[in-house]
């Protein structure tokens, strides 16, 4: 593949790129600094003074996508119904933005967390840290974190089976159509439950903060 | 690490056991056949004897754990409150039932279906054809599929936290902790919802059939 132009400095973004590329091609596991540069076309040093590593450029691929906050603070701005149509949909066109073939960013990043330590550490701190602290500071109840990770998981098992196990019908349907489906479900879970359920949920949240 | 004991003949499950260590050790897609064999101390054409090649081992590895089906099988019987929590603890068992490291199984799974599509073809199936449809046989309307589908969503996203990202409080908690966590979300998701929504969920999934 192309490196850089010839005649100006490449840029942090066309670093990123073949960061992108690379993890892309050999997974995150085999992409090393060295051939990140190559596809660039600089020297590996050029690399370490922009980024601190692997797991720093694999971060900062994630915010190349349509920023991820975006998606939390609608949710929390917008309610009735209709909003978990809109998380969804917001969720959803993070990942395809700009992404040649649709699941592939998706799947380069879970394979990537399933394989190295470091990478998962830097996924968790980016959801923790800078989007779902950022988004939704004011309500920091157990019970309201709960519901919050309910919804988390919800969406990260409608992505995987769209993008890597390719389940019907939401392999084939359009963005629009998952979220006609998968939007009432979120809202549901945004919804009322029983006092005593939710007594049960916080209670083991609780103990996070023991520990 | 050691091959088949002298003095009789490798079974079908120790070229089992050896393809789970060396998908563990070298992730799905760089695991070789040929590497199996070494580590069962087989020649390679005995597993070939035993397997249809590399996505029926994992297809089989995926059995070696307790069957699954019982999980959906008792969701499916049980009815009232405590089910969800029943499905968590028997969906986290499981991963975790044999497994040296919680995790891993999990890890070494989604790893392979993210790296090759024969393996996600595979789980697929595996889950389409074995688990649910096997399970849960006596129900195909549209809206009972979409809230399977969103169950299965939300067990997978839960691991997902507790295994890859470890995301407290599900990455430290006890498997009971967990189902009192999770399991009032589950409940959530069999229960009630308003008509409209079930109607909207219906039409998508009955897109799935035209196509």
Do not use: N
């Not at 920023?67 to 809109?86: I, K, L, Q, T, Y």
């Not at 890597?164 to 479900?185: F, H, K, Q, R, T």
């Amino acid at each position: 593949m192309a490196g850089r132009r010839p005649g100006r400095p490449a840029t942090r973004r066309e670093i990123l790129e073949a960061a992108r590329d690379v993890f892309a091609e050999e997974g995150y596991d085999r992409a090393s600094v060295r051939a990140i540069a190559r596809q660039a076309g600089v020297d590996p040093a050029l690399v370490y003074h922009y980024f601190d590593g692997k797991p720093a450029l694999f971060v900062e691929l994630l915010e190349l996508a349509r920023d991820p906050r975006a998606v939390m603070e609608a949710a929390a701005a917008v309610s009735g119904p209709g909003r978990g149509a809109r998380v969804v949909t917001g969720f959803l066109q993070a990942w395809e933005d700009g992404d040649p073939t649709p699941g592939t960013r998706f799947r380069t990043v879970i394979q990537a967390v399933c394989t190295s330590p470091e990478a998962a550490t830097a996924l968790r701190e980016f959801l923790t840290e800078r989007v779902w602290s950022r988004s939704l500071p004011s309500d920091d109840r157990s019970s309201v974190r709960a519901r919050r990770a309910s919804i988390a998981s919800q969406l990260f098992g409608v992505a995987f089976q769209r993008y890597v196990l390719l389940v019907e019908p939401y392999a084939s349907a359009s963005i629009d159509e998952v979220a006609a489906l998968v939007g009432p479900v979120i809202d549901q879970l945004h919804g009322e439950m029983p006092q005593s359920d939710l007594d049960a949920m916080e209670a083991v949240v609780g103990l996070d903060e023991q520990r």
